[in-house]
């Protein structure tokens, strides 16, 4: 069975960073697409990154230049490292293993952006 556990979450003041892990088992992810997304309250589940296979990263618009994805293939591990965080930026944070016949979530973990 497929799991995926984030860890790294936690509360930051606003213009501080945080970096978010996401470790997988049940499979390789070395062949899949690792994504992060968000869910603020009230709010539709977003992507923040994502990382495919072939090493192409996609970034949201309103993370550009702040975050970045990573991944270890050998540690089966997918990392987001956060930035010049805003209180905007306040979510569940997720990770995701999408590609063929494969499509698995995380339980997620909090990010809050506070003073």
């Known amino acids: 069975q497929v799991q995926l556990v984030e860890s790294g979450g936690g509360l930051v003041q606003p213009g501080g960073s945080l970096k978010l892990s996401c470790t997988t088992s049940g499979t390789s992810i070395s062949i899949y697409t690792m994504g992060w997304y968000r869910q603020a309250p009230g709010k539709q589940r977003e992507l923040v990154a994502a990382?495919?296979?072939?090493?192409?990263?996609n970034y949201a618009d309103s993370v550009k230049g702040r975050f970045t994805i990573s991944r270890d293939n050998a540690k089966n591990t997918a990392y987001l490292q956060m930035n010049s965080l805003k209180p905007e930026d306040t979510a569940v944070y997720y990770c995701r293993i999408s590609g063929w016949s494969i499509n698995y979530w995380g339980q997620g973990t909090q990010v809050t952006v506070s003073s």
């Open positions: 990382f495919a296979s072939g090493g192409i990263r």
